[in-house]
């Protein structure tokens, strides 16, 4: 096969895998002939930043699979500089089948943990690997891992460049691929004992509302054009997917111009009827506020926020829903009353006012969940609690009457609203969940148990 054939399969491979979009690869495939067409595609995608080096490794070993398969052979490729990988790593790339050392562990481990349906691998030094199944923690083997062995399974998720911010910083949040199989948002950090890692089973491709369980009736927060959606709950509830669920309905029912900023990048979102940007902070941009306080000037119609974390994030966040945009964000919240008392909250005694009134007016709806273990053992369910900021809510909003939302919520249905207990109530109704379960996640545990009863009667 000729050279040009290659390069092309190169390409192919990086967004079947969602490595990187189609417009990214004709991105990259228009530098390769500004530069005359000397130039590798995979170099290309490295200087463009649309790859790391761990990456465009491991496509180059498909690539030469997928060649054998078709009795070609791959012709000489230089897609790593010698700067990045030492020219023998870079001559000579075993296959994965009989790659040896930490990748390969890791990335059995890693398909296995996503053939059983866990949500979370777990590698820590002086311990256990571990995943979460279903809510619940499970150890792997009968080994306990030592300082030198989690060190070497760990870095393999790491390029130089991010080895560089965890020596700085002592932490770094990264996404790792594993083509065909998953992508992983990982944390890596060291503690006493030494360097550990956490990471998160992402889908290749963005979930549905079906999917994940969740009511069609969420689609309606698609539909605005201004204003600000908040998917909020604990650590672990499916905020993250919730909101790609919410981007994958935008970008194939409007034709708009979306941008993520996230940290790092988890679901990655090919553009279909929407063109969608998607920036990482620390790789495209220096900060949450930094990019936003640029997204007013990149004509976006969408804005989609990984997470408010500050107040400099939510005050550009509320500026860009009073001037024309859709944002949409997650918080870590219990409910959607704490929610607002906690944007509220995050500004000076004498700006809350005008922040009350910047929220009646710009707020359209909060969302917050919980994933909760089905009574079966099989899998999770969300719960849901649903405000819509309606005339009455957001009165309530700019007069800091915000403990009267509650019953605005529990007899708000006809709006579309429903307090976390309800839906709990529903759940236990069904079968879905026990009623043990549910109390924990109740505000009111004896109601939880009335309300049940009265709708099974």
Known sequence: MAEPDNRSLLGRLAVH????????????????VRRGGGASLGQILLD???????QLERLVVVQKEVLARRGAQPAPSRPVSAATHPPAAADTTPSTAARAGPAGDLDALLREAVRQGASD?????GARLRLRLHGRFTEVGERTLDAVESERLVRELLSPEDLGLLDTHGEIDLCHTLPGVARFRANVYRQHRGLDAVLRAIPLEPPSLTSLGLPQSLARFTNHHQGMVLVTGPAGCGKSATLAALVNLINEERREHVLTIEDPIEYVHASKRCLVNQRNVRRHTESFARALRAALRED??????????????????????????????????????????????????????????MLSESLRAVVSQRLLPRASGEGRVPALEVLVVTRAVGNLIREN??????????????????????SLGQLVQKGLVTREEAARHCEEPKRLGEGAHAEAR
């Open 17 to 32: 895998y969602g490595l990187i979009s189609m417009d990214q690869l004709a991105e990259a495939t228009r530098e390769q």
């Open 48 to 54: 463009l930043e649309l790859l790391r080096p761990s």
């Open 121 to 125: 691998v777990h590698v820590h030094a």
């Open 300 to 357: 976006p119609d969408v804005i989609v926020i990984g997470e408010l974390r500050d107040v400099e994030t939510i005050s550009l966040a509320l500026t860009a829903a009073e001037t024309g945009h859709l944002v949409l964000a997650t918080l870590h919240t219990r409910d959607t009353v704490r929610t607002i008392n906690r944007l509220v909250g995050a500004y000076a005694p004498e700006q809350q006012d005008q922040v009350r009134t």
């Open 401 to 422: 009457k915000t403990f009267q939302i509650r019953s605005l919520l529990q007899t708000g249905a006809a709006q579309g609203m429903q307090l976390l207990d309800q």
